[in-house]
């Protein structure tokens, strides 16, 4: 019988940790990217890249560097340029860049038989390849959310995607919509160049410092996860202690607890704040030329709007039943596995706090172990996933119902629920009725 061949699309993180993983099972796989060169959106020059020139890290090096390659160098929270050489060097170390096609990218994925028939488009002309499955790493933030507005805004108006430099703002008016980590970089880069700096916002936030007793704030109680009330109850007054409380500065009071959205890491936004550099503004009301109307009646001029309003998920090369898309996001066993197991899997369709390429290495491992199991044990592993709850990703939190928080997990019990997963699919098929203790956890919502 003929080698079972697999694709990978996208050489990002999440491709790289789904190349290794195959590569060390012994598991055939092509691999297909859009781009010139690995490394995902860290390449900036990388045309669906969202990075800018002013990005480093926000997870720090220790909690976010693959296991078995740790990066060279002692900076904490490393820029995108060491990140760009680091996901290069990684490919170059395990042969991993010569098993991708570059300048090539995957337009169609069509079932066939068994298998998929995968069409690209590369440079010198159109391709079409079969495969036993496909891994899709194509990214989850690459694909712009842009919300509607009631009325017209005239002037300058662009989604963060589009940001690269500050000198894009020199001289500019510019109202920021949104403070999510990238709206909160953007606007201290802001500050700097621009004219002025307004910030709109809904709902409050938390805003975590880089530094925590003298360490990078991720790398404090690590590997000993704290139940999530208490942990909320302890960082909470460690957050009020640190930083005191984001109203002063005009922020909204939170309506949510700690945790239950993801985080700000980043505090100088409200040094600028302090040094009244910017202002927070309340939720849009209407644009009406270049006049934005806010919802608590004020109004004021700008040149440039940037929204810094997420990203949405999109897998435009195949049909949304194959991954059992039914709500904001696909529906998958582990964020990984349709339930039909069709022969696809997803990498990197996760939101977390710090679950790092680690994380998504593990999630390419458990790829790996479930497509190197004898059928007997995949088909266990199947029959588990229809007739089972699934377990819980939430660790005990209450995520806000948003889009961006519907593929969102908690890393601790994310890698805990993945790393049983490939343990299971690796266990002995003669021990594993008897060893395997069905979940009592409930499913996810
Ligand atoms: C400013 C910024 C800061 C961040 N900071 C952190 C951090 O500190 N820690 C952290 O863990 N994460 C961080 N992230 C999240 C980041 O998404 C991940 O680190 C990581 O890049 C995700 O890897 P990925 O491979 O899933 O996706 P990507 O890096 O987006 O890579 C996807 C790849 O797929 C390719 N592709 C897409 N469509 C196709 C197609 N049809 N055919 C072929 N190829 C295709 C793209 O060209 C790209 O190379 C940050 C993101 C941003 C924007």
């Known amino acids: ?200 916002v809904r709902r409050g936030y938390y805003f975590v410092p880089r530094y925590l007793f003298g360490k990078p704030s991720d790398t404090l109680n690590q590997g000993k996860p704290l139940p999530a009330r208490i942990k909320q109850f302890v960082d909470k007054r460690v957050l009020q202690a640190f930083t005191g409380d984001p109203v002063r500065f005009g922020f909204p009071k939170p309506d949510y607890k700690l945790y239950e959205s993801h985080p700000i890491v980043n505090t100088l936004i409200l040094n600028h704040l302090g040094q009244g550099d910017l202002q927070i503004r309340p939720d849009i009301d209407r644009f009406d030329g270049k006049t934005v109307h806010f919802r608590d009646g004020s109004s004021a001029e700008y040149d440039t709007i940037l929204l810094a309003t997420g990203y949405t998920l999109d897998y435009p090369f195949v049909a949304r039943d194959q991954l059992n898309w039914t709500g904001w996001s696909p529906k998958l066993f582990l964020n990984v596995f349709p339930p039909s197991f069709n022969g696809l899997y997803v990498m990197g369709m996760i939101e977390a706090s710090g679950i790092g390429w680690q994380g998504r290495y593990e999630q390419a491992d458990l790829i790996a172990s479930y497509l190197s199991a004898p059928p007997v044990q995949q088909a266990a592993f199947r029959r588990r996933v229809a007739d089972e709850p699934w377990p819980n990703l939430t660790g005990g939190y209450k995520y806000l119902g948003l889009e961006r928080m519907s593929y969102y997990v908690n890393k601790d019990a994310y890698r805990a629920a993945v790393k049983d997963a490939a343990a299971e699919l690796r266990r002995d098929p003669s021990a594993s009725s008897a060893s395997h203790k069905p979940s009592k956890k409930k499913a996810r919502a």
Request: proline fraction near 4%.
């Open 1 to 200: 019988m003929d080698q079972q061949r697999y694709a990978i699309i996208g050489a990002g993180p999440s491709g790289l940790s789904a190349a290794r993983a195959l590569q060390k099972a012994g598991i055939a796989f092509d691999g297909y990217e859009a781009g010139a060169g690995v490394g995902g959106l860290w390449d900036i020059d990388n045309p669906r890249s969202t990075m800018y020139e002013s990005a480093h890290l926000i997870s720090s090096r220790t909690t976010t560097e693959f296991a078995e390659f740790p990066m060279d160098s002692t900076a904490d929270y490393p820029s995108h340029k060491t990140l760009i050489r680091y996901f290069r060097d990684f490919a170059d170390r395990f042969g991993i860049t010569e098993r991708f096609r570059f300048d090539t990218k995957v337009t169609s994925l069509e079932p066939v038989g068994e298998g998929w028939m995968l069409r690209a488009t590369a440079r010198d002309g159109d391709l079409a390849q079969r495969y036993d499955g496909v891994i899709l790493a194509n990214g989850t933030l690459a694909e712009p959310n842009v919300p509607t507005f009631r009325g017209e805004f005239t002037g300058e108006l662009m989604h963060t995607s589009a940001y690269k430099s500050a000198t894009q703002l020199t001289g500019k008016r510019v109202l920021i919509i949104g403070a999510g980590n990238s709206g909160c970089d953007i606007a201290v880069d802001a500050v700097h160049h621009a004219a002025s700096v307004d910030m709109s």
